[in-house]
């Protein structure tokens, strides 16, 4: 049987430009895009058999680390299913001639879209559940202590570092801020 995958990842959120034109017995369809509780994968690999065919638009919708394609590749080779990975023109079956070079660099790239797969559907998550994203603000006891001490000049940045925690760096971008902010309120 001829089986396709489909999940949520970061170029096609929806879903719905994957394996367009391409006719499969059956469908799984993931409803996210994060990592855990890919349950639709699990059942699809429960299912297929031996001969069997399993298409992908590409690497990044099976698997979300080299480990886990690794893992999904073994499966498939001790299964004697064949993987076709449709944007990559590959299967598990196909070997890419190619230098050491472009293959570390074909990895390098699968790598990245990994991470990149990773951090959008993770932030999203985060967002949906009302979680705070990026580093937490500075207490404004701190922060106000740091402005004075910088406006009062008689003070270094390493002094101001060690009376208040703020680096020297995130005083510039919070002085930035301020700067701005004083700005807009001078423009109105």
């Known amino acids: 049987m001829n089986y396709g995958?489909?999940?949520?990842?970061?170029?096609?959120q929806q879903g719905i430009q994957q394996l367009q034109?391409?006719?499969?017995?059956?469908?799984?369809?993931?409803?996210?895009?994060?990592?855990?509780?890919?349950?639709?994968?699990?059942?699809?690999?429960?299912?297929?058999?031996?001969g069997d065919e399993l298409f992908f638009?590409?690497?990044?919708?099976?698997?979300?680390?080299l480990q886990q394609l690794l893992d999904i590749l073994r499966l498939a080779e001790r299964d004697q299913i064949k993987l076709h990975f449709i944007d990559e023109q590959l299967t598990n079956q196909t070997i890419q001639s190619s230098t050491l070079l472009e293959s570390a660099e074909f990895f390098m790239n699968i790598q990245s879209t990994f991470l990149s797969h990773s951090s959008t559907f993770t932030l999203q998550a985060a967002k949906q559940?009302?979680?705070?994203?990026?580093?937490?603000?500075?207490?404004?006891?701190?922060?106000?202590?740091?402005?004075?001490m910088y406006d009062s000049k008689k003070y270094s940045l390493f002094e101001i570092k060690e009376a208040t925690g703020i680096s020297k760096s995130?005083?510039?971008?919070?002085?930035?801020?301020?700067?701005?902010?004083?700005?807009?309120?001078?423009?109105?």
Do not use: W
């Open 5 to 12: 995958y489909i999940r949520p990842i970061v170029s096609d």
């Open 129 to 148: 559940q009302g979680k705070s994203i990026g580093r937490p603000r500075k207490s404004d006891d701190n922060l106000q202590l740091a402005f004075s």
């Open 170 to 188: 995130t005083l510039y971008r919070y002085l930035d801020d301020r700067s701005t902010t004083l700005n807009n309120k001078e423009d109105q």
């Open 21 to 50: 034109g391409l006719s499969v017995d059956v469908l799984f369809t993931e409803t996210h895009g994060l990592a855990k509780k890919r349950t639709e994968l699990e059942h699809l690999l429960m299912e297929a058999q031996k």
């Open 57 to 65: 638009q590409n690497i990044e919708v099976v698997a979300d680390s």
